[in-house]
């Protein structure tokens, strides 16, 4: 499905939150590189799902009431077997209904494990003076607590691309840190184009958040998306 038709679907349902299904997939029609994921109904649908897609696999809570899916014990990941996607679904699903009672929930996502990379964010929020603007940075603790990002006006240059990349404190971590093989910064200037270039396709889509994006020696991907529309269509 193209993106504009996954946005029409979400409106029509009356919301503004994409699932991680819909965001992924809006995004892979975009070029962009996400992992495989595909939303089960059941218990019996993620197992059927994880056979298609391949073990290990991961399973994460489908809601779009909760926006921070590890909090409430709704991701696991590394499941190797059938027997672990089905303890992983019943631990998933009575954490969740533990933490978030009232919670509409539509299954699980299930994944394919990616291999662990170099963690990075890339995320787009609107300013209401400037408009949309791109932020990036290293994933985890680095940006939580150091707040070191670099952000850039959408539509984005090669030019900014790369200097974004280069600007972070971090960078070091991505040129390959003793002995580390360096990151694909070709492919993270790239995401960081097709991210501006879908913001200019979409002027609907008010936030999105890559976070995080594995970077390999050889490409980038991303394993969590989440995107939200503007409060009415424009
Ligand atoms: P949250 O809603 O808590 O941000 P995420 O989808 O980001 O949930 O998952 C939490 C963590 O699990 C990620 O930061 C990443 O390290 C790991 N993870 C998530 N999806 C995958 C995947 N498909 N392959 C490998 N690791 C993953
Ligand atoms: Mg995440």
Same mark, same amino acid.
């Given at each position: &499905?193209v993106?504009?038709?996954?946005?029409?679907?979400?409106?029509?349902?009356?919301?503004?939150l994409?699932t991680?299904?819909e965001?992924?997939?809006a *995004?892979?029609?975009? =070029?962009i590189?996400?992992?495989?994921?595909r *939303?089960?109904r059941s218990?019996?649908e +993620?197992v +059927?799902?994880?056979? @298609?897609?391949?073990f290990?696999?991961?399973?994460k809570?489908?809601?779009?009431d909760?926006?921070?899916k590890s909090d409430? $014990? $709704?991701?696991?990941v590394?499941l190797?077997?059938?027997?672990e996607?089905?303890?992983a679904y019943?631990e998933?699903?009575? +954490?969740v209904?533990?933490?978030?009672?009232?919670a509409?929930i539509?299954?699980?996502?299930?994944q394919n &494990?990616?291999?662990?990379?170099? %963690?990075v964010?890339?995320?787009?929020?609107k300013?209401?003076q400037?408009?949309? /603007?791109l932020m990036?940075g290293?994933?985890?603790v680095t940006? @939580?607590?150091l707040?070191? /990002?670099a952000f850039?006006?959408?539509? *984005?240059? @090669?030019?900014?691309?790369? @200097?974004?990349?280069?600007?972070i404190k971090g960078y070091?971590?991505l040129e =390959?840190?003793?002995g !580390?093989?360096?990151?694909?910064i070709?492919?993270?200037e790239?995401?960081?184009l !097709?991210?501006?270039?879908?913001?200019?396709?979409?002027?609907e889509?008010?936030?999105?958040? *890559?976070?995080?994006?594995? +970077?390999?020696?050889?490409?980038? /991907?991303?394993?969590?998306a989440?995107?939200v529309? =503007?409060v %009415?269509a424009?």
């Amino acid at each position: &499905m193209v993106g504009s038709q996954i946005f029409d679907i979400v409106r029509k349902q009356g919301r503004t939150l994409l699932t991680e299904v819909e965001a992924k997939d809006a *995004l892979r029609d975009a =070029g962009i590189s996400v992992v495989d994921t595909r *939303l089960a109904r059941s218990r019996d649908e +993620a197992v +059927a799902i994880s056979g @298609e897609i391949g073990f290990p696999v991961v399973l994460k809570i489908a809601s779009t009431d909760i926006t921070h899916k590890s909090d409430s $014990g $709704g991701v696991k990941v590394g499941l190797d077997s059938v027997a672990e996607v089905i303890s992983a679904y019943d631990e998933i699903m009575s +954490a969740v209904k533990q933490k978030n009672p009232g919670a509409k929930i539509q299954g699980v996502s299930v994944q394919n &494990m990616a291999k662990q990379g170099v %963690e990075v964010i890339v995320g787009m929020s609107k300013d209401p003076q400037f408009g949309p /603007v791109l932020m990036f940075g290293l994933g985890g603790v680095t940006v @939580e607590i150091l707040k070191d /990002v670099a952000f850039r006006l959408i539509p *984005l240059g @090669e030019r900014d691309a790369r @200097e974004m990349i280069k600007e972070i404190k971090g960078y070091p971590l991505l040129e =390959g840190y003793r002995g !580390q093989d360096p990151c694909d910064i070709r492919a993270l200037e790239r995401l960081l184009l !097709q991210v501006s270039g879908f913001i200019e396709h979409n002027p609907e889509v008010e936030e999105i958040d *890559l976070n995080p994006v594995f +970077a390999y020696s050889d490409g980038a /991907v991303a394993v969590d998306a989440r995107v939200v529309l =503007g409060v %009415e269509a424009r």
